[in-house]
């Protein structure tokens, strides 16, 4: 598994850059999909902001896997000009970072109403994000997220199959939230998956290290691996307790987010066999 390559999903966390650095190392990560720091998310930080960024990661000889952004993730209602030009911004941030891929959503789709009715406002919104992202040199990576246009497998692949520029990101949870089985939504998808969002969940819903839950990573994983995928974007963000006395009932949850960071880690990297 030595060719596999492990990163840190970012999210939309503001946190210490150097925080995330150090716990990257210390896990023995290849790098950050990097979705924010102290300077705020990724799509609004400034220049300056983006180079001093570039020179830590530099100095610590991290990889960017892509910049995690909440573009997209507006109601398919609201104003899109706005989702313009944050994304303008961020491909100028790609520049600095040296950053190729860009994770975008699909639009929150109105309660109760049909997302079909919606498919073509949906996939001309994103063709013209993704005629943006290519004159930079940049591809954008789907994320299937929950509520969105491109919530489930099919629509997903509708996008993707529309905008062949596109790359797919796989998040096995999101799958489970909207009651597709995650092998299934796998056969729809394969061909189109960049990196795999490495998450899971217990069966009443709440995240646990990958393979403790059903989210199916184990098989997941091999036929990612299988098909020549080697990217994997570990989601830290399991369970902190409020309070180091709270009695423990979860064997789940963490004193701290370093600790559940690491458990985050080490769950995947059993899987893969690799040990810390």
């Not at 246009?149 to 796989?170: D, K, N, Q, S, W």
């Not at 597709?180 to 217990?202: G, K, P, Q």
């Not at 997941?220 to 180091?244: A, M, Q, Y």
Request: proline share 3%; charged share 25%; hydrophobic share 40%.
């Amino acid at each position: 598994m030595s060719s596999v390559k492990l990163f840190s999903h970012g999210g939309e966390l503001r946190v210490e850059l150097g925080d995330q650095i150090e716990a990257v190392r210390r896990n023995g990560l290849s790098g950050i999909e990097l979705g924010g720091t102290e300077f705020g998310p990724i799509s609004d930080i400034s220049f300056v902001a983006a180079c001093l960024i570039r020179k830590k990661l530099n100095d610590s000889k991290l990889q960017v896997l892509s910049l995690a952004t909440t573009i997209g993730r507006i109601g398919i209602k609201d104003d899109f000009e706005a989702q313009i030009e944050k994304l303008k911004n961020t491909l100028e941030v790609c520049k600095v970072l040296g950053a190729d891929k860009v994770r975008v959503s699909s639009f929150y789709i109105p309660g109760f109403e049909n997302p079909s009715d919606y498919k073509g406002l949906v996939i001309d919104r994103i063709s013209r994000m993704n005629e943006l992202a290519g004159a930079h040199g940049v591809t954008l990576c789907l994320e299937n997220k929950a509520g969105c246009y491109g919530g489930t497998a099919g629509r997903c692949h509708e996008i993707l199959t529309a905008l062949p520029e596109m790359v797919g990101v796989f998040n096995p949870v999101e799958f489970i939230k909207v009651g597709e089985n995650v092998m299934d939504a796998w056969d729809i998808l394969r061909s189109r998956i960049a990196y795999v969002h490495v998450s899971d969940i217990s069966e009443d819903g709440s995240p646990v290290p990958a393979g403790n839950g059903v989210a199916q990573i184990r098989e997941l994983t091999r036929k990612f691996i299988e098909k020549g995928g080697r990217n994997f974007s570990i989601d830290p963000r399991l369970t902190v307790r409020r309070s180091n006395k709270q009695v423990v009932e979860d064997k789940f949850s963490y004193k701290n987010a370093d600790e559940a960071f690491d458990a985050a880690c080490g769950g995947f990297k059993t899987i893969i066999g690799i040990r810390n």
